[in-house]
């Protein structure tokens, strides 16, 4: 499979992520690493230390989720994302492949995580944060977690494969173990975006002023 081959199943694909799940062991070996030469902004340290720029960003539950998607700064991804509802592949030697089974024996999903990426054109364009919806938290493990995009999908499907997919199929995400505080907002600040959303809400401030206004919470 060549490196066109893998794009153009991307693009002409219902689901992104299916098609990379798709791509055949050998050719995962070889492609990822033409595209992020090409590119020439990822390299290994860069890729595992992505998150650090979304670092202490991610609401502490599903309804602050939900908030700051009301308030049109986050997407939720209608469907189930297989790259981030995976079980460790019985078949691995180092850890790095990984597979996806959404189904055991018993009819019962394996996991269930909700994927939400920051909306375009806002102070969370390049965030992604995972939800486990069975456990009731975020997901902030090696295997599952969301990861800071360089180019956000919603802006191009091809950019964001040659520097934030090919990355993770080749290097999967690192072993920089992230913690809770690692990525969920201090309390304090988190009780200052809600003030923004009742704000904008109850009193109707102007949605672009209150992502302003959020924008400065956040970095300071």
Same mark, same amino acid.
């Given at each position: 499979?060549?490196?066109?081959?893998?794009?153009?199943?991307?693009?002409?694909?219902?689901?992104?992520?299916?098609?990379?799940?798709?791509?055949?062991?050998?050719? +995962?070996?070889?492609?990822?690493?033409?595209?992020?030469? @090409?590119?020439? @902004?990822?390299?290994?340290?860069? !890729? $595992?230390?992505?998150?650090?720029?979304?670092?202490?960003?991610?609401?502490?539950?599903?309804?602050?989720?939900?908030?700051?998607?009301?308030?049109?700064?986050?997407?939720? *991804?209608?469907?189930?994302?297989? *790259?981030?509802?995976?079980?460790?592949?019985?078949?691995?030697?180092?850890?790095?492949?990984?597979?996806?089974?959404? $189904?055991?024996?018993?009819?019962?999903?394996?996991?269930?995580?909700?994927?939400?990426?920051?909306?375009?054109?806002?102070?969370?364009?390049?965030?992604?944060?995972?939800?486990?919806?069975?456990? !009731?938290?975020?997901?902030?493990?090696?295997?599952?977690?969301?990861?800071?995009?360089?180019?956000?999908?919603?802006?191009?499907? $091809?950019?964001?494969?040659? !520097?934030?997919?090919?990355?993770?199929?080749?290097?999967?995400?690192?072993?920089?173990?992230?913690?809770?505080?690692? +990525?969920?907002?201090?309390?304090?600040?988190?009780? @200052?975006?809600?003030?923004?959303?009742?704000?904008?809400?109850?009193?109707?401030?102007?949605?672009?002023? *209150?992502?302003?206004?959020?924008?400065?919470?956040?970095?300071?």
């Amino acid at each position: 499979m060549t490196e066109a081959d893998i794009l153009n199943s991307c693009m002409s694909s219902e689901s992104l992520y299916e098609s990379i799940m798709s791509i055949p062991r050998s050719s +995962t070996e070889r492609c990822p690493l033409t595209l992020i030469k @090409k590119s020439n @902004k990822v390299d290994y340290k860069t !890729h $595992i230390y992505r998150n650090k720029n979304q670092s202490k960003m991610c609401p502490p539950t599903l309804e602050g989720l939900r908030l700051l998607e009301e308030m049109e700064l986050l997407r939720c *991804t209608p469907f189930l994302t297989p *790259t981030h509802n995976l079980i460790q592949a019985d078949d691995t030697v180092d850890g790095r492949w990984i597979m996806f089974r959404r $189904i055991v024996p018993e009819n019962k999903l394996v996991t269930r995580n909700l994927d939400f990426r920051g909306a375009i054109d806002t102070p969370y364009e390049h965030c992604q944060f995972i939800w486990d919806d069975i456990n !009731h938290k975020v997901v902030y493990n090696n295997l599952n977690r969301g990861s800071y995009d360089f180019y956000s999908p919603y802006r191009s499907l $091809i950019d964001h494969f040659c !520097h934030d997919v090919a990355p993770w199929i080749l290097w999967s995400n690192g072993d920089n173990n992230e913690t809770l505080e690692d +990525t969920v907002m201090p309390r304090a600040k988190w009780s @200052k975006i809600q003030d923004l959303y009742k704000s904008w809400k109850k009193l109707k401030v102007d949605l672009h002023e *209150t992502h302003v206004s959020l924008t400065n919470v956040i970095h300071n």
